[in-house]
C-alpha cells in the first residue's frame, strides 16, 4: 500500500507544467503527504483538464456515512477495479494525481516494528502523475461536498531491481 507521496514544485511551477490553473486555494509544496491525515492535494479530473483541484486522499462512495471510510481507500489495485463494488461506482471518474516522489516502505519484520522507507522518483523528470479515481461525497452533517481520491496501484517487478521488496505494489505512474 502506498501511504505517502510528495510534491515539490510551487503552484506556479505545476500551472506551467500542466498548462492549467490552480482552483485549490493555499497549496504549498510538501515533502511527505501522510494519506492517514487525508491531506488536500492537487489533483486534475478527467471533466475538467484545464484545472487543478485540491482532494482529499482516500475515495469516499456517496454511501459511507463518514470519514473514517477513507483510511480503507488510499489505495485500489488495478488489477481488482472490475471486482469491488467501490470501483464500478467510480470507474469513469479518472484524475491524474500531481507527484515528485511517493515512498515504498520495507517491512522487515512480522511484526511491523522494524521497516525501510525508499523516497521514489522518475530520472528524468521532477514532476509527473499517477493514475487516480475520484469521487464527490456529501457530508450529510455539514451539507458540504467533499472532492475525494484513490491512488491506482499495480503489482510491480521495476522497482525490484535494485532492491528486493517484500510489498511488490507501487502506484500506476502516467
Known amino acids: 500500500m502506498i501511504t505517502s507521496y510528495g510534491i515539490l514544485q510551487n503552484k506556479k511551477s505545476i500551472e506551467q507544467y500542466f498548462n492549467a490553473k ?26 475538467s483538464p484545464n484545472i487543478i483541484s485540491g482532494g482529499s486522499w482516500g475515495l469516499m462512495p456517496s454511501w459511507a456515512k463518514s470519514t473514517s471510510y477513507q483510511n480503507s481507500s488510499l489505495n485500489i489495485s ?9 470501483n464500478k ?34 530520472e528524468d523528470s521532477d514532476i509527473f502523475c499517477l493514475a487516480g479515481l475520484y469521487a464527490i461525497w456529501k457530508d450529510k452533517y455539514s451539507n458540504s461536498n467533499n ?20 510489498n511488490k505494489i507501487s502506484p500506476l505512474i502516467l
Open 22 to 47: 490552480f482552483y485549490q486555494v493555499g497549496f504549498e509544496p510538501v515533502f511527505k503527504a501522510d494519506g492517514f491525515s487525508h491531506p488536500l492535494m492537487p489533483i486534475i479530473l478527467d471533466i
Open 89 to 122: 461506482e467510480f470507474i469513469q471518474n479518472r484524475c491524474l494525481i500531481i507527484a515528485s516522489h511517493f515512498f515504498i516502505t520495507e517491512w522487515l519484520d512480522e511484526q511491523g516494528i522494524n521497516k525501510d522507507v525508499y523516497k521514489v522518483g522518475l
Open 147 to 166: 472532492l475525494t481520491f484513490t491512488l491506482l496501484t499495480k503489482s510491480t517487478n521495476v522497482l525490484n531491481e535494485k532492491v528486493s521488496f517484500t
Open 78 to 86: 488495478v488489477h481488482t477495479l472490475s471486482n469491488q463494488k467501490l
